[in-house]
């Protein structure tokens, strides 16, 4: 684990309410250097949650323009669970390119990642922070720190969840010791041989733990299931 990420899951832990949250984006952006950190989530009781270092100008165009209908971002967001990489979406048309360049106008990072976060009651959930390094500084960026925003996101979403007093169904089944012993090795940043080598089994019995852990946690990668364990408090690291 990385110090950003531990003193960050620290703080995080420390804070209980919906206020205090609200304020965490302003603590991330400045603990990763980016323009922008955004979290929002939907379904909350039936209310709203923004913690976001955006200018509220830029919140309020957004919003009087109806951007939210031709954003590239939440298109993709609400059509598939993997994260998405700013520049790897389509912007081909006159209305997103001017869109983009807007934002940018407003301070909108031009690069960005965000990860989009689902939950069994119809909880949603979108993380994002973006930046204005050059497309080779974002992708060494990212190569850093994208494994830090996939846990940072499913650990803020669980707290919001909490603080709210949203009930989540935990679904799937019980993990076994083996595999809770392998999430945790790979959770604290040992690579998959170094964990096989740790834990006395073959590359290919530690992929099938693996394999079996995302099974029962629903999740997308093994990244993703280490989240979910973490989140849920399964696994600490």
């Not at 965490?24 to 976001?52: C, H, I, K, M």
Request: with cysteine.
């Amino acid at each position: 684990m990385t110090r950003k990420l531990e003193a960050f899951l620290e703080r995080l832990e420390t804070t209980d309410t919906v206020d205090d949250l609200s304020s965490l984006a302003d603590v991330l952006r400045g603990a990763y250097g980016v323009e922008n950190v955004s979290y929002l989530a939907t379904n909350l009781n039936g209310q709203p949650f923004v913690s976001s270092t955006y200018d509220p100008g830029w919140a309020a165009h957004y919003e009087s323009q109806n951007y939210m209908l031709i954003d590239p971002v939440v298109r993709g967001a609400l059509q598939q669970f993997h994260p998405l990489d700013w520049k790897k979406l389509d912007w081909s048309t006159k209305r997103t390119r001017n869109f983009l360049h807007e934002s940018i106008e407003f301070g909108v990072g031009k690069q960005g990642y965000t990860i989009p976060i689902r939950g069994p009651n119809g909880q949603a959930a979108i993380f994002a922070v973006n930046h204005n390094s050059s497309d080779d500084g974002w992708s060494r960026y990212l190569g850093q720190h994208a494994h830090d925003f996939m846990l940072i996101s499913h650990y803020f979403h669980q707290k919001v969840l909490t603080a709210a007093n949203v009930t989540e169904t935990i679904e799937g089944r019980e993990l076994s010791p083996r595999e809770l012993d392998v999430l945790k090795c790979l959770g604290v940043g040992l690579s998959r041989g170094k964990t096989a080598e740790k834990l006395a089994i073959s590359e290919h019995t530690l992929r099938v733990y693996v394999d079996s852990a995302r099974y029962k946690l629903g999740a997308l990668n093994t990244t993703h299931a280490v989240a979910i364990a973490l989140a849920r408090g399964v696994i600490a690291v």
